[in-house]
Protein backbone atom coordinates (compact mmCIF):
# COMPACT_ATOMS: atom_id res chain seq x y z
CA UNK A 1 0.00 0.00 0.00
CA UNK A 2 2.96 2.37 1.23
CA UNK A 3 5.03 1.86 -2.35
CA UNK A 4 1.23 2.24 -4.37
CA UNK A 5 0.91 6.02 -2.55
CA UNK A 6 4.51 6.80 -3.21
CA UNK A 7 4.37 5.88 -6.70
CA UNK A 8 0.96 7.73 -7.47
CA UNK A 9 2.66 10.56 -5.32
CA UNK A 10 6.00 10.35 -7.70
CA UNK A 11 3.63 10.02 -10.59
CA UNK A 12 1.68 13.55 -9.54
CA UNK A 13 4.67 15.36 -8.97
CA UNK A 14 6.79 14.69 -12.14
CA UNK A 15 3.52 16.03 -14.28
CA UNK A 16 3.23 19.16 -12.34
CA UNK A 17 6.91 19.62 -12.33
CA UNK A 18 6.54 18.68 -16.81
CA UNK A 19 3.04 21.13 -16.68
CA UNK A 20 5.34 23.75 -15.08
CA UNK A 21 8.55 23.29 -17.32
CA UNK A 22 6.34 23.66 -20.50
CA UNK A 23 4.65 26.92 -19.17
CA UNK A 24 8.53 28.46 -18.58
CA UNK A 25 8.77 26.86 -22.09
CA UNK A 26 6.14 29.52 -23.67
CA UNK A 27 7.29 32.56 -22.34
CA UNK A 28 7.28 35.26 -25.36
CA UNK A 29 10.44 38.03 -25.25
CA UNK A 30 10.29 40.94 -27.26
CA UNK A 31 13.34 42.86 -25.68
CA UNK A 32 16.13 43.14 -23.14
CA UNK A 33 13.64 44.29 -20.29
CA UNK A 34 11.71 40.90 -20.20
CA UNK A 35 14.94 38.90 -19.91
CA UNK A 36 15.70 41.18 -17.04
CA UNK A 37 12.35 40.49 -15.49
CA UNK A 38 12.13 36.90 -16.18
CA UNK A 39 16.02 36.75 -14.36
CA UNK A 40 14.80 38.97 -11.85
CA UNK A 41 11.69 35.85 -11.60
CA UNK A 42 14.30 33.47 -11.63
CA UNK A 43 16.69 34.51 -8.98
CA UNK A 44 13.78 34.99 -7.06
CA UNK A 45 12.79 31.93 -7.22
CA UNK A 46 16.63 30.82 -6.12
CA UNK A 47 17.05 29.52 -9.83
CA UNK A 48 20.53 28.01 -8.84
CA UNK A 49 20.06 25.97 -5.72
CA UNK A 50 16.60 24.59 -6.68
CA UNK A 51 17.20 23.91 -10.68
CA UNK A 52 13.99 25.75 -11.33
CA UNK A 53 14.79 28.35 -14.33
CA UNK A 54 13.05 29.95 -17.07
CA UNK A 55 15.25 27.63 -20.18
CA UNK A 56 12.97 29.69 -23.29
CA UNK A 57 14.66 32.63 -22.61
CA UNK A 58 18.17 30.78 -23.21
CA UNK A 59 19.75 29.63 -27.04
CA UNK A 60 19.60 25.99 -27.54
CA UNK A 61 23.25 25.96 -28.00
CA UNK A 62 24.23 28.60 -25.01
CA UNK A 63 27.96 28.42 -23.77
CA UNK A 64 28.04 28.34 -19.71
CA UNK A 65 31.13 28.63 -18.37
CA UNK A 66 32.33 29.78 -14.54
CA UNK A 67 36.52 29.51 -13.06
CA UNK A 68 35.82 25.76 -13.16
CA UNK A 69 34.32 24.61 -16.14
CA UNK A 70 32.85 25.36 -19.57
CA UNK A 71 29.87 23.39 -21.74
CA UNK A 72 27.55 23.86 -24.06
CA UNK A 73 23.85 23.47 -24.16
CA UNK A 74 20.65 25.12 -21.90
CA UNK A 75 19.98 21.07 -21.72
CA UNK A 76 23.22 20.44 -19.98
CA UNK A 77 22.66 23.30 -17.97
CA UNK A 78 18.92 22.14 -16.72
CA UNK A 79 20.64 18.98 -15.95
CA UNK A 80 23.70 19.90 -14.23
CA UNK A 81 21.99 21.61 -11.88
CA UNK A 82 19.72 19.25 -11.07
CA UNK A 83 22.71 16.76 -10.34
CA UNK A 84 23.82 19.84 -7.41
CA UNK A 85 20.59 20.30 -5.78
CA UNK A 86 20.43 17.39 -3.63
CA UNK A 87 23.89 18.48 -2.37
CA UNK A 88 23.10 22.12 -1.09
CA UNK A 89 21.57 22.07 2.78
CA UNK A 90 20.38 25.37 3.39
CA UNK A 91 21.28 26.85 0.48
CA UNK A 92 20.49 30.58 -0.72
CA UNK A 93 21.81 32.81 -3.19
CA UNK A 94 20.91 36.46 -3.00
CA UNK A 95 20.67 38.88 -5.83
CA UNK A 96 22.15 42.25 -5.14
CA UNK A 97 21.84 43.90 -8.45
CA UNK A 98 20.49 42.98 -12.15
CA UNK A 99 21.18 45.40 -14.70
CA UNK A 100 20.86 45.74 -18.27
CA UNK A 101 23.68 47.17 -20.86
CA UNK A 102 25.39 47.11 -24.34
CA UNK A 103 28.54 47.11 -25.90
CA UNK A 104 29.83 47.42 -29.25
CA UNK A 105 29.04 43.26 -29.66
CA UNK A 106 25.90 42.98 -27.80
CA UNK A 107 23.01 43.39 -25.53
CA UNK A 108 23.64 42.14 -21.99
CA UNK A 109 22.44 41.45 -18.39
CA UNK A 110 24.47 41.62 -15.27
CA UNK A 111 23.44 39.91 -12.16
CA UNK A 112 25.71 40.25 -8.94
CA UNK A 113 24.62 37.79 -6.45
CA UNK A 114 26.18 35.77 -3.04
CA UNK A 115 25.71 32.08 -3.00
CA UNK A 116 25.77 30.46 0.61
CA UNK A 117 24.98 26.78 1.12
CA UNK A 118 26.37 23.62 2.92
CA UNK A 119 26.95 20.38 1.45
CA UNK A 120 25.66 17.41 2.23
CA UNK A 121 28.70 15.51 2.83
CA UNK A 122 29.96 14.08 5.96
CA UNK A 123 32.74 17.12 7.21
CA UNK A 124 29.78 19.08 6.01
CA UNK A 125 31.79 21.97 4.09
CA UNK A 126 30.18 25.86 3.93
CA UNK A 127 30.21 27.39 0.45
CA UNK A 128 30.19 30.79 0.31
CA UNK A 129 30.74 32.91 -3.10
CA UNK A 130 30.54 36.18 -3.99
CA UNK A 131 29.90 36.70 -7.62
CA UNK A 132 28.69 38.04 -10.69
CA UNK A 133 27.37 36.41 -14.38
CA UNK A 134 27.24 38.41 -17.80
CA UNK A 135 24.24 36.75 -19.69
CA UNK A 136 25.13 37.86 -23.43
CA UNK A 137 21.83 38.11 -25.36
CA UNK A 138 21.09 37.91 -29.57
CA UNK A 139 19.25 39.78 -31.66
CA UNK A 140 16.70 37.78 -30.52
CA UNK A 141 16.89 38.51 -27.03
CA UNK A 142 17.73 34.62 -26.31
CA UNK A 143 21.04 34.08 -23.72
CA UNK A 144 23.76 32.92 -26.16
CA UNK A 145 25.93 33.19 -23.48
CA UNK A 146 26.22 32.90 -19.11
CA UNK A 147 29.31 33.76 -17.56
CA UNK A 148 30.18 33.63 -14.03
CA UNK A 149 33.10 35.60 -12.12
CA UNK A 150 33.68 34.77 -8.78
CA UNK A 151 35.36 36.88 -5.98
CA UNK A 152 37.71 33.67 -5.30
CA UNK A 153 39.66 31.40 -7.75
CA UNK A 154 38.55 28.14 -9.10
CA UNK A 155 40.99 26.41 -6.67
CA UNK A 156 40.02 28.45 -3.85
CA UNK A 157 36.25 27.53 -4.70
CA UNK A 158 37.14 23.99 -4.75
CA UNK A 159 38.76 24.39 -1.58
CA UNK A 160 36.10 25.29 0.25
CA UNK A 161 34.71 21.73 -0.61
CA UNK A 162 37.51 19.78 1.32
CA UNK A 163 37.11 22.53 4.45
CA UNK A 164 35.67 20.27 7.30
CA UNK A 165 32.93 22.54 8.88
CA UNK A 166 31.17 20.46 11.76
CA UNK A 167 27.85 21.01 13.73
CA UNK A 168 24.55 22.48 12.68
CA UNK A 169 23.70 24.45 9.33
CA UNK A 170 22.51 27.04 11.15
CA UNK A 171 26.06 27.63 13.11
Same mark, same amino acid.
Given at each position: ?? $?????? /?? *??? @?? *? ?7 ? !??? !???? %? ?8 ? =? ?8 ? $?? #????? /??? @???? =?? #??? +????? *? ?10 ? +?????? &? ?15 ? /? #? ?13 ? %??? =? &? ?6 ? =?? +? ?9 ? $?????? %? ?6 ? +? ?5
Amino acid at each position: MC $VCVSVF /AN *LIF @CR *LERERDEKR !EEI !EVSG %IDDVVLILNS =DYENAYFVTG $VF #TSAIY /AED @CIFE =DP #TIR +FQGKE *LYSRNLKLLVPF +FDCPSI &GLQKLEKGINSKANFVL /A #TWNLRTYLKLPWRPL %ICI =D &GSTIYELD =DE +FKIVRHAESWN $VSALEA %IGQIFTPR +FGRPND
